[in-house]
Every structure is written in C-alpha cells, then in structure tokens.
C-alpha cells in the first residue's frame, strides 16, 4: 500500500492538468456538502445536550380541531393546572423570554436577555446551578420573585467571574435583585441560540395568573421529563383527559382544548428539518454530480493509460493489484479534494450561518467539528472508491497485443468503455437538470412573494422601542405621564439631523410578528371577537399612517385636534370595513373598542403587517392621546441608512432620560420584513448555488468527455479530412455525438424532475411545480451550456492536420 500511494502521488504529478481539474470538482462537491451537513447537524440531527434527552417532552396546548395554537404555548392559569394534576412527568416546567435594563459603563440601561423559569425548570432539564441554588416554588409569586441566576457569560463579563458573588444585588431596571445562583460553562436554553439567555428569573405568576379571567396571554412555552417507563402516547392521553376536565370545568376559557406531547427535540426542530433535509439532498446531488464528472475523467485518462498498464501486466502485476493501485490513486484524489474541501466549508459555514434564517434553533453550535470532519473523511473515501472502482476494472483487463503494438502509440478504447463514459455523461446532465428545476422553482416562488405588495413603505423607517417606563404600585402615574413623556422623546427624535419624518405607536409594529387583537362591537351586527374577527389596533400620532404611506383611501387622517377631551374616533382599513360593514358605508360608523365607543373617521388601505404571505387582518388606528398607553415604540423615516442614525437617536431619547431603556434587536422596519423572508431566501440562494454548481461541473465533464473523443479519433479524422471531409462536416460529427448525450440527459433529467417538483411543492409559493416555464429555461440553459462545452473539442478536431495525423500511425 506504501508503494501504491507513492506511485498514485507520482502519478498524478504528471498529469497536472487532469489533476487540478478533478481536484476542483471534488473539492466544489465535498465542500457544499461538509458545509450544509455541518449546519443540518447542529440544528437537526444532534441530540439535546442534557441527561437522558430522549425522556424530555414539550406539551402543547391545541385547539378543539387539534391545530396548533400560538407555536405550541400556553397561558400561566393552564400551566399551573396542568402541573397541579398531571401523573406523568417527574417535573413540568414553564419558559417565557423577557428583557431588563442592566447600567452599562456610561450608566445608560443597557438590554440583557432572560428567561423566566419556574421552580422544575432546572429538575427537568437536570442542570443545577454550579454556583448557588436553583429557584423555590415560593419564588414564583409576585413580590418574592427577585431573584436571579446568571448565566456564566454575564457572570464574567459583570462581575468578573467573581465565586463570592451569590447573595449580592444586580440592577435590573432599576431594581435591586438577589443573585441566588450561576449556571455552568456551556449552559444554554433555547439550545444554542444566536441570541443567548443573561440570566435566569422567576415568572413573577400574579393573583390574575392563577384564575381564569378575561387574559389569554399565550407566552409559555412548557417542557418536562417522562417518568420512568411512561410513553409519549401515555402522557398525552393521560394530559387530554387533564384538559378534558378543565374544559368541563371552565367552558368558557378551556371547552375543546386538546393536549400533545411531542419530544423536545422535535418541538425545537420539527418546522425546519423538511426543509434541512431538502437541501442535504440537493447537495448530495452535487456530490454525486462530481463524481460522475471525476469517473468520466478516470475512464478517459485510464485508456490513455492504456499501455502504461499493459506494460505492468506483462511484468507480472496481478489484477487484484492494479485494481488496488488504480483506487488508491482514486483515494488519494478524493482525500485531497476533501482537504481544499473543508477549507472551503470553513469559509462557507460562516456565510451560510449569517444568511440562515433568526429564530433557527441551535444555530450558534454549527461549526466545522469532529463530527462534521468525520463526515466529510467518510464521504471522501466513500466518494473516491464510487468515482474510482469502475475505471479501475475496467483498466484492470488490458489487450496486451493492441496496448503494446508500435510502442503504444494509439490506443482505442473499447465499446464498453464508451457507453459508460456516455452513460456518465448522460447522468451528470440529468441530476444537473433536477438541480436547475429546483433552483428556477424557488427563485420563481421568492420573485412571486416579492411582487406583493405589502400596503406600506417599510425601507428607510428605523422603530426604537422605548418600553414602559412605570414602578409596582404606581400604575395610575405610570398612564398619566407615559403619552406626555412619549411625545417629549418624539420632539427629541425628530431633530436628529437625517430624520425626514417621525411618529409614535403604542401596540405591534408591523412586520414584528406581535398582535394585538381586540373584541369590537358594532350595533346592529353584534359582537366579533378572536382571530380573523376582532380587530387588530394601535395608539398612533397623528403623522404616523403618512410615514408609512398608507393610502387614504376615504374620510381624513387623524390630526392633533384628536384629544383625550374630543369625540372618539378611529380610521380602520378596507378589510375592516368589509367585515364589520359590507353593505353600508363605513364612514360615519360607530364601534366599541374595549369598551369605549369610536367613529369612524378613515378608511384607508390593507397593510399585510404579518408579512407577505400572511392574509390581511382588519385593522385600526386610534389617537395615541385618546389611549392609555405604558410604553410605546418611536418610527422614524431618515434620509439614509437608518441604522446610521441609530447613535443619534439614543442619544436623543437619553437626553430627555438618561434612565430610558431601549430594548429590541431589530430597529428597521426593512430588518423586520428580512426576517420574515429569510428562510425563503435562503433556500431560494442555496438552490441557485447548487444548480449553478451541477450545471458547471455538467459542462466541464461534456468538454472533458469530447476532448478525450477528439484526441483519441485524431487520426480517423485525419483520414475522413484527407479524403474530403470539410471541418463543417468534422464540427457536426462532434457536436452531433455531444448533443446525442445531452438530449439522453435531459429527456431522464425531465423525469426525474417531475418527481423532484412535486415532492417541494409545500416550499413554494404560488408557484406550481410543473411550471413549464421553469422546466424549459433549465433544459434550455443545460443544452447552451452542453454546446458551449462541446465548441472548442470541435473546432480543434476541425483544425486536425490530416498529413501530421496520418504520420502518427
């Protein structure tokens, strides 16, 4: 094996060209698939990394026709009825997120991410504090809750990894809170998150949070950990029969509600890993693609080979060691190319992990490790035994007679050999046009949701959401001074220079993915509440709808004569309109909205505020003075980049209050809008990547196909050019040969497509899967390019010197 490896290295050096090229294939084609394995393996293929992962469970409240509701959360009343009678879980626990200001060097509140926990949280996951002591069930109440654990970044960065530090204070908002403990090195939840947790703290449950009442404030998310020998199956039937007696118990609040138990791992994973696996095997047809293209090379390059190994089998080598020796120079080739490979995955990981979609799951452990090493070793052998066992015994039988006949000048490979090397061909071709219909589908699905119009001008708008700024106990204060105090950071704002315009809004920003769905009644028509029949609302200033620009459509804007003393009044969009009022005109209309009763002033156009894909809601818009608000979100529309002004703008906002918090990772409307599209973007950019990837190494393999045909039938065509045959005639013959494997290619590439489109029609938007426009711009673009490849063999045959060909024999 020593000798074999020497000679394979040897070998190769003296084929620079055939190298280089076979090099760059495979390193194209094991890199894209080192890189997409390494981020399918950290977001869906790793197990979670606590104790027994395999026994933790999400429980997801559903509703009564078994849908799920709010991404799997429930409310604090059902949670804490669910872990008041449930038999099965050695601990459920409830997670929520939430935010405080902690002071930064300058003294400004700088936004710390937590999450709140119940007392279970770190019995289920089994991870207790390394410093300090979990959460007690008592701390869970309001007024006993501040507490906090820290996670060990924000001990080292805060306190600098102090150990005395349990039993001290941290400011969070301006309160003091008790530090009680320090999680371990490592210790993440969610699962490594791009945005991880600070600290850790109690939910804080109110008196309200423990009777049912008029909230429904769907913000936990619950997991636990099986009990000993208790199924999946068991625990979700023994929680229906728990959420059986609630509804039974409560109709008004839980009639119909439903239980599922899935694992936790599928309930972080389970909406993205369709579309993971999507792309592993569209990468994997790139791989094979390479292959195909590194065989086809093997093959041509082996019957130049010809009486090289001819000449190995007169002194004696057996064919077992030919064959040995040919695959280890396959190997060695593969592991090279899996060297540039992985190089080209480290740079490619940190590209894909900054275009992958926010809110994946696990996202931060993607990393080109051990495992994703180990994969790409594997696939390297496994590549270079695939490309290299056929050529090997197809060179391992040599015609000694016809390989050693006048030194070997010529050597003509047989019938079999040419219809694998077609055979190739015709499959690099097919699996390219499987990955150029996949590419034209989601480009065609992304270019159909970008053409919606979303209702509003959301780029160059920057949203500062500057919280609630109210103390326990002095909610009353807190509503009479939050919209005067709103308006003065409003004034502020607006002078910064670079900001055309500016306006307040108190309730979901559009594009946040946050609602606000209230009640309304109208007289006469009764009541309309819930999804798809109450109405989502905002408090705005007056100029807001115009920063936006959204079209009035009929009546006015609202105005600054809109006061707390002066009549009620909203403005609703048209599908407002057309829900509450469709055969009168709803100007002039009266409504009640959480029981104070508006006109209707405005009607003015849809805004599609839950992204392009979501369907338009009724919507209002009341006067920010006629509101009572606790918090409120600033929206400016600048000149240039908004981000740019971002500096500015807090400076401002601090200079009315140093004490002003802002919170939020996103601050453009344009950054909101991007993380709705990201995921589609994201498969649409892969998907044309690999297509552009099978397409050129499909046109590499016809070019280096039809180079090898040309050189070894130099001297036919010197005899057809001495007996008359024009170089037109000698271009078709060539071209003839190469567009006979590329039509082979595509009829079976047609096919396979068809089965391909329809297994992705759920990724696509408004777009069928057999579009015909997309299947004929991919055979299309794969015939150029076939033609393209097969040109310059063409006219070098065409240049052939019958007189220097014929001399050669």
């Given at each position: ?192 998150s791009a945005l991880p947790t600070d600290l850790y703290v ?474 709705l599209i990201a995921q589609r973007r994201f498969n649409m ?125």
């Amino acid at each position: 094996m020593r000798d074999d490896f020497k000679t394979a290295i040897r070998s190769l050096r003296k084929s620079p060209t055939f190298t280089a090229v076979a090099l760059i294939v495979l390193a194209l084609g094991i890199g894209a698939g080192t890189a997409i394995f390494s981020v399918v393996d950290a977001v869906v293929l790793r197990g979670l990394p606590f104790d027994e992962h395999d026994r933790l469970v999400a429980v997801q409240e559903r509703g009564s026709h078994g849908g799920e509701l709010f991404g799997g959360t429930t409310t604090p009343q059902t949670y804490l009825d669910w872990r008041a009678e449930q038999r099965s879980f050695e601990g459920l626990a409830a997670v929520s997120s939430t935010s405080f200001g902690l002071r930064n060097a300058e003294g400004h509140p700088e936004t710390v991410r937590a999450t709140r926990v119940t007392a279970e949280f770190f019995k289920v996951l089994r991870v207790p504090p390394m410093l300090g002591r979990p959460f007690t069930t008592a701390e869970e109440s309001y007024g006993r809750h501040r507490v906090a654990i820290l996670s060990y970044g924000l001990w080292q960065r805060q306190f600098g990894a102090d150990p005395g530090v349990i039993g001290k204070t941290i400011g969070l908002d301006d309160e003091p809170w008790e530090i009680v403990g320090v999680m371990p090195r490592g210790f993440a939840y969610p699962v490594a998150s791009a945005l991880p947790t600070d600290l850790y703290v109690p939910p804080a449950f109110r008196d309200e949070d423990r009777v049912r009442g008029n909230s429904h404030n769907y913000d936990r998310t619950v997991i636990g950990r099986l009990k000993p020998g208790v199924s999946i199956v068991q625990a979700s039937d023994q929680m229906n029969r728990v959420a059986a007696g609630l509804g039974a118990q409560y109709p008004d609040w839980a009639k119909g509600m439903r239980v599922r138990v899935v694992t936790l791992h599928e309930h972080l994973v389970g909406e993205v890993r369709s579309w993971m696996v999507m792309l592993l095997g569209a990468v994997a047809l790139v791989l094979l693609i390479a292959c195909a293209n590194v065989a086809n090379l093997m093959l041509a390059r082996a019957t130049v080979r010809g009486p090289e190994i001819a000449i190995r089998a007169a002194l004696g080598a057996s064919r077992p060691a030919i064959v040995r020796g040919l695959l280890v120079e396959s190997i060695v080739l593969s592991l090279a190319g899996a060297v540039i490979g992985v190089l080209l995955a480290w740079v490619g990981v940190h590209a894909i992990v900054a275009w992958l979609p926010e809110g994946l799951p696990r996202v931060a452990s993607v990393a080109i490790d051990v495992r994703v090493l180990a994969a790409a070793v594997g696939a390297a052998l496994a590549t270079g035994v695939g490309f290299g066992l056929v050529p090997a015994l197809q060179s391992s039988r040599p015609n000694l007679s016809t390989s050693l006949k006048d030194g070997g000048r010529s050597s003509t490979a047989g019938a079999g050999s040419h219809r694998l090397r077609g055979a190739l061909v015709i499959s690099e071709v097919a699996l390219a046009v499987v990955l150029l219909v996949g590419a034209g589908l989601f480009t065609s699905s992304f270019a159909r949701l970008m053409e919606i119009d979303p209702g509003f001008d959301y780029k160059q708008v920057l949203a500062v959401n500057v919280g609630p700024r109210w103390q326990p106990g002095k909610l009353a204060e807190a509503f009479r001074q939050t919209g005067p105090y709103t308006m003065q950071m409003l004034e502020a704002v607006s002078r910064v220079p670079g900001v055309q315009a500016s306006a307040a809004v108190s309730g979901a920003l559009p594009l946040s993915g946050s609602w606000n769905n209230s009640k309304v009644t109208i007289p006469g028509r009764g009541v309309f509440e819930g999804l798809g029949e109450g109405i989502e609302h905002r408090s705005v200033t007056p100029g807001y709808l115009r920063l936006l620009r959204v079209p009035l459509l009929r009546g006015r804007h609202l105005t600054d004569d809109d006061r707390a003393n002066t009549q009620p009044v909203i403005v609703i969009n048209q599908a407002a309109a057309r829900k509450y009022w469709p055969d009168q005109d709803a100007l002039g209309q009266r409504l009640t909205l959480n029981g104070q009763e508006r006109v209707v002033v405005g009607i003015v156009g849809d805004i599609r505020d839950f992204g392009l894909e979501a369907p338009v809601r009724q919507e209002g818009y009341i006067p920010l003075a006629q509101a009572r608000i606790l918090g409120a979100t600033l929206v400016m529309r600048t000149a240039g980049d908004p981000l740019k002004l971002l500096p500015a703008v807090k400076a401002a906002i601090w200079s009315v209050s140093r004490d002003q918090r802002i919170s939020g990772a996103v601050f453009t409307l344009e950054g909101y809008m991007d993380r709705l599209i990201a995921q589609r973007r994201f498969n649409m950019a892969l998907l044309a990547l690999f297509g552009v990837l099978g397409l050129t190494i499909s046109a590499v393999g016809i070019y280096g196909v039809m180079a090898y045909l040309v050189a070894q039938r130099t001297s036919e065509i010197g005899v057809r050019m001495a007996l008359g045959a024009t170089p037109g005639a000698v271009v078709a013959m060539v071209l003839r040969r190469a567009g006979l494997l590329v039509a082979l290619g595509l009829a079976v590439g047609t096919g396979a497509s068809w089965y391909f489109s329809a297994a992705v029609k759920s990724f696509l938007f408004q777009v069928e899967p057999n579009d015909p426009r997309v299947f004929v711009g991919a055979l299309l673009v794969l015939a150029l390019a076939g033609l393209a490849a097969s040109l310059v063999p063409a006219r070098r045959a065409a240049a052939v010197d019958p007189i220097i060909a014929l001399r050669r024999e």
